[in-house]
């Protein structure tokens, strides 16, 4: 079964540094690996996803995430937080050739003050 | 592209009384659309895969008869809280994978049953 981990319930940055969100995961085979972003009482919305190639992803609002497949990791990364960059941060994993369901992280809440 | 409208965003209801929320594919068929559960400050837990015209999949644990999901066209699926009690408070959130790895989630649904 596959399962992804997100050990930081919050993250706190001030704004203008750079952020890290922690993801690790674990399933059979190769992963398919996303990123999501909640703001509150909303859905979710996409920010990156990796499917092959690059380990390097680049995605919406100056996010990348990199695939390390010898770690199991996919962390979140940003050059320069910004405040508006403060909400609920999901990662989430489906394993290739086994079905279309997504199982998601537990969220990582990242606050970027001035 | 690849839209998700899903309605009502908020309701309240009545203990006992039925709730019905819509999820629906505005530019794009779905002939697979997930629903999910989210608990305050938690993940997303998936709780059924409606399928385009045969019966939805449930989770382990989910009740089918408690949360009846309908899925009978490629645009609109539905989930209905039957029976509503205070528990089954929550926030819902649908979503469909239309490009096949870019999924895509409705704004989701704030339910308080009182």
């Known amino acids: 079964a596959q399962s992804v981990a997100q050990p930081e319930d919050q993250v706190n940055v001030a704004e203008g540094n750079p952020l890290t969100v922690k993801c690790t995961y674990s399933?059979?085979?190769?992963?398919?690996l996303f990123w999501y972003v909640q703001y509150p009482n909303r859905g979710l919305q996409f920010l990156l996803k990796?499917?092959?190639?690059?380990?390097l992803v680049k995605g919406s609002y100056g996010f990348e995430a990199e695939f390390n497949k010898s770690q199991t990791s996919f962390h979140l990364k940003k050059p320069s937080a910004l405040v508006s960059d403060s909400a609920l941060y999901f990662c989430?994993?489906?394993?290739?050739?086994?079905?279309?369901?997504?199982?998601f992280g537990t969220g990582t809440q990242l606050k970027v003050e001035l | 592209g690849a839209v998700v409208s899903q309605h009502p965003s908020r309701v309240i209801c009545k203990s006992g009384t039925s709730v019905k929320i819509e999820c629906r594919s505005l530019d794009f068929q779905a002939t697979t659309m997930f629903w999910y559960r989210q608990f305050p400050k938690q993940s997303l837990m998936l709780m059924a895969t409606s399928n385009e015209g045969s019966k939805a999949t449930y989770e382990q644990g989910v009740e089918k008869d408690k949360f009846l999901i309908n899925h009978a066209s490629l645009t609109l699926s539905t989930l209905t809280v039957t029976s509503a009690h205070p528990e089954d408070s929550s926030f819902y959130i649908c979503?469909?994978?239309?490009?096949?790895?870019?999924?895509?989630f409705g704004s989701g649904t704030r339910l308080t049953v009182v």
């Open positions: 399933v059979s085979g190769n992963p398919y």
């Open positions: 989430a994993v489906r394993p290739t050739g086994g079905g279309n369901k997504l199982t």
């Open positions: 990796y499917i092959t190639g690059d380990n």
């Open positions: 979503s469909a994978d239309p490009l096949a790895h870019g999924y895509t």
